[in-house]
């Protein structure tokens, strides 16, 4: 790590940075006192972090290189989630809004990982975009673009994916229900599966909606799977899903256009529709169902 991106050429703040790459992994803590181990150590420590050339974006680009080298020749799975940092009482000095709410003081970390889809290894962080809210609740969200809203951060890790795997052998980038945003399957890069959590009942080409069109599908298996505990202090149990797959078109919303979408893009999508159902559900409660659409 000896040419860490931000030490620009200074060999002094090129070898800090290393130590303190190096600690973090070692010790698996990210707390400057305990990094530094010694207070010389931790003044050298915050003299780095405070320096206007270590950047967050330099930082995540250099870590990003080993994970470009190690992804050659295999099978990618690209993980993108979004996380939470706030802060309460003095910590929260300077910070910006963070929360469900945007008033918690703190940011947000929408990271993606690299990880090796025959050994499930993890082989390294593939991008990180940074933020805060400004405290001001947003409106008008259909008359946006894609580019002026939180969510493009899907679509833009995507493309940062990509762009920095390109020597994986495949690439399939992976997200919850957030991610469930059709600019993200009409926009994806030509060279990335997508594999996304259903959080949207669509309408279909034919005008039907999206979960209802496996409910005529053959089971293709079952499987026996283990369910977390719902709640503090209730039981896991265990439950038999059939698994069902096929083909459908996604008619593209009324709303693609103002958030972005070239008019060159059909006015029809096909994506992959997975569904798991439990074949037989508990007499309480209500009975596992999971949808995910691919990339066709």
Same mark, same amino acid.
């Given at each position: 790590?000896?040419?860490?991106?931000?030490? %620009?050429? =200074?060999? &002094?703040?090129?070898?800090?940075?290393? #130590?303190? +790459?190096?600690?973090?992994?070692?010790?698996?803590?990210?707390?400057? #006192? $305990?990094?530094?181990?010694? /207070?010389?150590?931790?003044?050298?420590?915050?003299?780095?972090?405070?320096?206007?050339?270590?950047?967050?974006?330099?930082?995540?680009?250099?870590?990003?290189?080993?994970?470009?080298?190690?992804?050659?020749? &295999?099978?990618?799975?690209?993980?993108?989630?979004?996380?939470?940092?706030?802060? @309460?009482?003095?910590?929260? &000095?300077?910070?910006?809004?963070?929360? !469900?709410?945007?008033?918690?003081?703190?940011?947000?970390?929408?990271?993606?990982?690299?990880?090796?889809?025959?050994? =499930?290894?993890?082989?390294?962080?593939?991008?990180?975009?940074?933020?805060?809210? %400004?405290?001001?609740? *947003?409106?008008?969200?259909?008359? #946006?673009?894609?580019?002026? $809203?939180?969510?493009?951060?899907?679509?833009?890790?995507?493309?940062?994916?990509?762009? /920095?795997?390109? @020597?994986?052998?495949?690439?399939?980038?992976?997200? %919850?229900?957030?991610? =469930?945003? +059709?600019?993200?399957?009409?926009?994806?890069?030509?060279?990335?599966?997508?594999?996304?959590?259903?959080?949207?009942?669509? !309408?279909?080409? %034919?005008?039907?909606?999206?979960?209802?069109?496996?409910?005529?599908?053959?089971?293709?298996?079952?499987?026996?799977?283990?369910?977390?505990?719902?709640?503090?202090?209730?039981?896991?149990?265990?439950?038999?899903?059939?698994?069902?797959?096929?083909?459908?078109?996604?008619?593209?919303?009324?709303? @693609?256009? #103002?958030?972005?979408?070239?008019?060159?893009?059909?006015?029809?999508?096909?994506?992959?529709?997975?569904?798991?159902?439990?074949?037989?559900?508990?007499?309480?409660?209500?009975?596992?169902?999971?949808? /995910?659409?691919?990339? *066709?």
């Amino acid at each position: 790590m000896s040419a860490f991106a931000g030490a %620009d050429g =200074d060999r &002094r703040r090129a070898a800090a940075a290393a #130590r303190l +790459y190096g600690s973090m992994v070692e010790q698996h803590s990210v707390v400057v #006192r $305990k990094l530094g181990v010694d /207070r010389g150590g931790e003044l050298s420590l915050h003299r780095v972090l405070s320096s206007a050339r270590m950047t967050p974006e330099a930082t995540v680009a250099c870590l990003a290189r080993p994970t470009a080298a190690a992804v050659r020749g &295999r099978r990618i799975v690209a993980v993108q989630d979004t996380t939470e940092v706030n802060f @309460a009482g003095r910590q929260s &000095r300077g910070l910006g809004r963070a929360g !469900r709410q945007g008033r918690t003081p703190g940011f947000f970390i929408h990271a993606t990982v690299a990880v090796d889809a025959e050994t =499930d290894a993890v082989l390294g962080l593939v991008d990180a975009a940074i933020w805060t809210r %400004d405290g001001a609740a *947003a409106t008008g969200r259909r008359q #946006r673009v894609l580019a002026g $809203k939180e969510s493009q951060r899907w679509l833009a890790a995507a493309e940062t994916a990509a762009s /920095r795997l390109h @020597a994986a052998a495949a690439l399939i980038v992976v997200g %919850d229900r957030e991610s =469930d945003i +059709y600019a993200l399957f009409s926009r994806r890069p030509a060279t990335t599966e997508l594999l996304v959590r259903a959080a949207q009942n669509r !309408r279909l080409a %034919d005008g039907t909606q999206l979960f209802a069109a496996a409910a005529t599908w053959p089971v293709l298996g079952e499987q026996r799977v283990k369910l977390a505990p719902s709640r503090p202090g209730a039981r896991g149990r265990e439950a038999v899903v059939g698994l069902r797959a096929g083909t459908v078109l996604l008619r593209r919303p009324r709303h @693609a256009r #103002r958030e972005g979408d070239p008019d060159c893009l059909p006015v029809s999508l096909p994506v992959s529709l997975v569904e798991a159902i439990e074949t037989a559900p508990p007499e309480t409660g209500a009975p596992l169902h999971y949808s /995910r659409i691919g990339s *066709a």
